[in-house]
């Protein structure tokens, strides 16, 4: 829901933010904010305090995966279309997990390719395509997220030559590159970038604003951006100063 989704954002600028203060920004009635925190508060995305609400999360901390799936998702499902479209038939990919590489899963299911997807949502929404090929990396499943790591996973995606893989990350940040939380998560995520003749990255706004703990790669490392016009205009124009090419969905 888009309304939740900018509750959220708000909640990424503001430490604590008052029902007053939500109601104004989205131009609706006190009762139906306090009804959307109520929703936001049992997904675990915040907290309820006296007259308003706070960020569930801690600095550096991973946001949980069903609340993600309602931040940003006009956005994510617009960049999944941009990024479908540049896939070309008979193409070998990657995907990555989280619910931005989820949408560019179900994007790409009816398309004519074989597709390794790192993650159990994205092998659940191209399992019953009729027309990709689907590989499995094998590893293990990351718990509450469902993202494959391991070594199984690394193994297999060293094996194989991508001709694109759609990147998903925590964190970006032009100077410092992207970053992810989970450790084994970032490693899938390096193999599977060694493996790769064209990356792809798949960032909504937000995340230019938050950075994880474990480097995935540095901004040069990748050919394309695919980001929301929320995205830092300072931040888009380092990256194409360091030759990354940035489209908005």
Do not use: W
Not at 31 to 41: F, G, M, P, S, Y
Not at 122 to 132: C, D, P, Y
Not at 238 to 244: D, E, K, M, Q, Y
Request: charged share 20%.
């Amino acid at each position: 829901m888009h309304r939740q989704s900018k509750i959220l954002e708000l909640l990424t600028m503001s430490e604590r933010v008052g029902v007053a203060e939500f109601a104004r920004e989205l131009g609706v009635s006190e009762v139906t904010v306090r009804r959307d925190l109520t929703e936001l508060e049992t997904l675990g995305a915040l907290k309820r305090v006296h007259g308003g609400a706070m960020s569930a999360a801690k600095r550096g901390e991973e946001v949980p995966f069903n609340v993600r799936k309602v931040e940003s998702a006009a956005e994510k499902s617009a960049m999944a279309r941009l990024a479908g479209s540049m896939v070309r038939d008979g193409e070998l990919i990657a995907i990555d997990g989280g619910t931005t590489g989820a949408a560019i899963a179900a994007e790409v299911a009816h398309r004519r390719i074989t597709a390794m997807p790192l993650s159990v949502q994205g092998i659940e929404a191209l399992s019953g395509s009729l027309s990709v090929s689907l590989l499995l990396p094998g590893g293990a499943v990351r718990r509450g997220e469902g993202s494959i790591i391991g070594p199984l996973a690394e193994q297999a995606l060293a094996a194989l030559r991508f001709d694109t893989y759609f990147l998903t990350c925590c964190g970006l940040n032009p100077k410092t590159g992207l970053t992810a939380h989970d450790l084994q998560d970032a490693a899938v995520k390096r193999a599977a970038l060694a493996s790769s003749a064209r990356i792809i990255v798949v960032a909504d706004g937000t995340k230019f604003a938050r950075t994880a703990m474990a480097l995935i790669c540095m901004p040069e490392a990748v050919d394309l951006l695919i980001t929301d016009i929320s995205a830092p205009p300072d931040a888009v124009s380092t990256l194409r100063s360091a030759g990354v090419r940035v489209e908005f969905a």
